[in-house]
């Protein structure tokens, strides 16, 4: 069960990847790039830190926020007490990824440049790098 959301997070970086030297389905790199960031630190979340979903759910409810959010913050502050300049960085870079996708997936009258879509691959590979590094996956 664990593995489910590793996987899930391989195959959206990889999708991403591909995708990006192909240079189709523009919109679809942002999107793939943020989620395999955000089932990463999922995973961590709940396979390393013991976390359950459904607690997780329950915690996003009452603080009226999104579970991306909440789990974006929790390992902000468990990154905090491993190192805060790479907490710092991977925190600017996931919530930088965040509004891109956000931008990319609702904006009306946006659609990300070739810029963006390098900027959206950099910010997913440092934060899962960044994971990577400090909870051994």
Do not use: W
């Not at 990006?20 to 396979?47: A, D, E, G, P, R």
């Amino acid at each position: 069960m664990s593995d489910i959301l590793l996987n899930k997070s391989k195959e959206n970086l990889d999708l991403a990847s591909s995708l990006f030297k192909s240079k189709k389905y523009i919109n679809s790199i942002v999107h793939c790039s943020y989620y395999s960031s955000l089932q990463l630190i999922k995973y961590v979340i709940i396979f390393e830190l013991h976390r359950e979903e459904s607690s997780l759910n329950a915690e996003a409810k009452i603080a009226k926020t999104g579970t991306n959010s909440l789990i974006i913050s929790l390992i902000f502050k468990e990154m905090k007490e491993r190192d805060k300049s790479d907490a710092v960085e991977l925190h600017t870079a996931i919530n930088e990824l965040k509004q891109l996708r956000v931008d990319t997936d609702y904006g009306i009258d946006f659609y990300p440049d070739y810029s963006q879509l390098v900027k959206a691959k950099l910010k997913a590979d440092i934060v899962n790098s960044i994971i990577k590094k400090y909870f051994k996956i």
